[in-house]
Structure formats: structure tokens, C-alpha cells
């Protein structure tokens, strides 16, 4: 149905970059592997998230904005491959992106999700992007995504009222 999806948190996260003689607030997005791909964002140097980098327990790595890259970082041509730190923790920076790529709203950071798969949390404060694969009309992606919001609402339905009704039995 779908060729890329991509999620992603539209408010995102307040990150401070510390380390070194000046603090900075800076706005970051956290998003699924495929964002990029599907937005048609390049580098100019690394990566975007690995797999690994984007499950649940990965290695914490961050992709920065080229603005970001070249106001706080002088342009660095090393700066991949280097831990910078993100409230007081390391992050791998994996990559720079391309200074034609915006997002919205806007980012310094980009973040991996590391959505867990398992999870029943219903996401409300995620958005969610695709492209329809060659051949698959808008009214069939509709259709096909009406019905899996359907099945997934039942199941976590009976879900949430099997742990309530556990949790009166007690």
C-alpha cells in the first residue's frame, strides 16, 4: 500500500546542548528511520538513523541541521562520528543534513522515536506521513487504513478493559 511512512512528534522535544562554555536550548524533532527518505532529505555528511539506531534501547545518535552544524559547530568537517551532549548525555552525531532540507515546524536536532512495536500506547502525539506505492489509489490507502484503525481499536479496547477489570479483581 505504502511505499514510505514515516512518524514523527510535531511538537518535539526542548533539548539542551551542553558541554563546553555555552549552554543552548535547541528544538528538536524525534522521528521514525524512513523520515527522511520520505521527505526527500539529504546529507552533506554521515547518515540518518541506522535501524538499530531507531528501535527501542538503541545507541542514542542525533542528525543536525546544517544551520545547527555551522552556527554552533563552525562547519566542522569531523563533527560526525563525535559525541555531543543533549541534556547531560552523549549522542553519536550520525549526520548533517543538507542545508536546503526544513522541516515543519523547524529543527535544529533530529532524534530517532525508537517506537516500540509492542506497545499500546494510541501515539496522539504522533503524525504520521506516507507515500502510496505505484498503482494504489488515495481511495484504497483510505480504505485499507480505516480498516487497520478499526482492528486496532478493538484490540486495545479489549485490552484496556481486560487490565481494568484485572485491576478491580484485586
Known sequence: MFQDVAAYDLGGPGVNL???????????????GDFF???????IAGRTFSAEED???????????????RRRFGSDPNLVGKSIDLGGEPHTVVGILDPTFTSDPPADIYLPLKADPNSTDQAHYLRAAARLKPGVTLQQAKAAMN???????????????????LRRSR
Not at 18 to 32: A, N, V, W
Not at 37 to 43: D, Q
Not at 148 to 160: G, L
Request: proline share 7%; charged share 20%; no cysteine.
Open 18 to 32: 551542553t558541554g563546553g562554555d555555552r549552554p543552548e536550548q535547541l528544538k528538536g524533532i524525534r522521528l521514525s
Open 37 to 43: 527518505r520520505l521527505f526527500g532529505a539529504r546529507v
Open 55 to 69: 528501535r527501542p534501547g538503541g545507541p542514542p545518535s542525533v542528525v543536525l541541521s546544517s544551520g545547527l552544524w
Open 147 to 165: 480498516l487497520a484503525a478499526e482492528q486496532f481499536k478493538q484490540n486495545f479496547v479489549i485490552s484496556w478493559v481486560h487490565k481494568k477489570a
